[in-house]
């Protein structure tokens, strides 16, 4: 049985391969309680197999996997009853309002019919659908159904979501809906396992971060920790005097290997895949020169600049894996 201070997730070597595919190769995993936890991947990294595996609908071929203390083999009926699972696409009957889609779900699981309406009127009003409880779903907009999808998880509120792309289709205002439900669970205590490539969704809601390739996490930490691991960022540098931005430009490049990227703003310049120290040592220089700088900024890499130096390719977004469809 799990403690407070336990992991809500704990897995160890869990493996699953189909034919030749290693979908999962000995992954190693620990989600702490109460926490937005975010795991990334390109293609076929293994993000949705590890997902199904957790919630007890694939069983491992090796490894072990608990979850809020329970084995997910041995005890898959007990990790059943505390966790909830939103899909890629949602599960909802686009003929029934949605209302109905949540009082049959709810009577599903025991309720009786009034308990049953009052939990469906308290989910539609605390995800902002009350106006269209009585809709069809199939005139929902993208990002109202994938609110009624998640609100559809929380009919017995779970201790453990996992949200498999959740935002997968959606357009930005779809989106920022589902944010908003993510940060609100999230600030109730339900502990999160959120799979995602988009990696400014990582960025904005995910605590901490698991990048996954080839059926293996690579890297962990904070979304803070993973961007500074990398070592490098960028040099944003705005003159004073426009007119020496050639000499700018022909310093840095001497001093630095390479050149400067230069903006439609004939003050501004940059410089990427710099080291802080390395940065250091260029502004230093450009003030012996006497070249005056209006501002300055270091920044960290983006999320983006972190996945492509740890997989060697660019997130590919609506991916699916076809071993697990």
Same mark, same amino acid.
């Given at each position: 049985?799990?403690t407070? /201070?336990? %992991?809500?997730?704990h897995?160890?070597g869990l493996?699953?391969?189909?034919?030749?595919?290693?979908a999962?190769?000995g +992954? &190693? =995993?620990t989600?702490?309680?109460?926490?937005?936890?975010?795991?990334l991947? %390109?293609?076929g990294?293994?993000k949705?197999?590890?997902? @199904?595996m957790?919630?007890?609908?694939?069983?491992?071929?090796?490894?072990?996997?608990?979850?809020?203390?329970?084995?997910?083999?041995?005890e898959a009926?007990? !990790?059943?009853?505390?966790?909830a699972?939103?899909?890629?696409?949602a599960?909802?009957? &686009?003929d029934?309002?949605g209302?109905?889609?949540?009082?049959?779900?709810? *009577?599903?699981l025991?309720?009786? %019919?009034?308990p049953?309406?009052?939990r469906?009127?308290?989910? +539609?009003?605390?995800f902002?659908? $009350?106006?269209?409880?009585?809709?069809? !779903?199939?005139?929902?907009?993208?990002?109202?159904r994938r609110r009624?999808?998640?609100?559809?998880s929380?009919?017995?509120?779970? $201790? =453990? +979501?996992?949200?498999?792309?959740?935002?997968?289709?959606?357009?930005?205002?779809? @989106?920022?809906?589902?944010?908003?439900?993510?940060?609100?669970?999230?600030?109730q205590?339900? /502990?999160?396992?959120?799979t995602?490539?988009?990696?400014? $969704?990582?960025?904005?809601?995910?605590?901490r971060?698991?990048?996954?390739?080839?059926g293996?996490?690579?890297a962990?930490g904070?979304?803070?920790?993973?961007?500074?691991a990398?070592?490098?960022?960028?040099l944003?540098?705005?003159?004073?005097?426009?007119? *020496?931005?050639?000499?700018v430009?022909?310093? =840095?490049?001497?001093?630095?290997?390479?050149?400067?990227?230069?903006?439609?703003?004939?003050?501004?310049?940059?410089?990427?895949a710099?080291? %802080?120290?390395?940065?250091?040592?260029?502004?230093?220089?450009?003030? @012996?020169?006497?070249i005056?700088?209006?501002?300055?900024?270091?920044?960290?890499?983006?999320l983006? $600049?972190?996945?492509?130096? =740890?997989?060697?390719?660019a997130?590919q977004?609506?991916a699916t894996e076809?071993? /697990?469809?």
């Amino acid at each position: 049985m799990a403690t407070p /201070t336990d %992991p809500a997730i704990h897995a160890v070597g869990l493996t699953k391969h189909f034919g030749d595919n290693h979908a999962v190769d000995g +992954l &190693d =995993l620990t989600v702490p309680a109460g926490k937005v936890y975010g795991l990334l991947g %390109p293609n076929g990294a293994g993000k949705t197999t590890t997902v @199904r595996m957790l919630a007890t609908l694939l069983r491992p071929d090796a490894g072990t996997a608990t979850i809020l203390g329970h084995d997910v083999v041995g005890e898959a009926d007990a !990790v059943r009853s505390r966790i909830a699972l939103t899909g890629q696409f949602a599960a909802l009957d &686009d003929d029934l309002t949605g209302a109905e889609n949540l009082r049959i779900l709810a *009577r599903l699981l025991g309720h009786r %019919p009034r308990p049953a309406a009052e939990r469906a009127a308290e989910l +539609l009003s605390s995800f902002g659908l $009350e106006d269209a409880a009585d809709k069809l !779903v199939k005139s929902y907009s993208g990002g109202m159904r994938r609110r009624l999808d998640i609100a559809a998880s929380l009919i017995a509120t779970p $201790e =453990l +979501l996992f949200l498999d792309e959740p935002t997968t289709g959606l357009d930005p205002a779809g @989106r920022n809906q589902v944010w908003e439900t993510v940060r609100s669970l999230a600030g109730q205590g339900v /502990t999160i396992l959120l799979t995602t490539q988009y990696l400014d $969704e990582a960025d904005q809601l995910a605590d901490r971060l698991a990048v996954i390739d080839r059926g293996q996490v690579i890297a962990e930490g904070t979304p803070d920790e993973l961007k500074a691991a990398t070592g490098t960022g960028a040099l944003r540098i705005r003159l004073a005097e426009p007119h *020496r931005r050639d000499d700018v430009v022909h310093l =840095l490049t001497a001093s630095l290997g390479t050149s400067p990227q230069l903006d439609g703003d004939p003050a501004a310049l940059t410089v990427t895949a710099i080291e %802080p120290q390395r940065a250091l040592a260029a502004l230093s220089q450009l003030e @012996r020169a006497g070249i005056a700088l209006a501002s300055f900024a270091l920044e960290q890499p983006s999320l983006d $600049e972190v996945f492509l130096s =740890l997989t060697g390719r660019a997130p590919q977004p609506d991916a699916t894996e076809p071993a /697990t469809a």
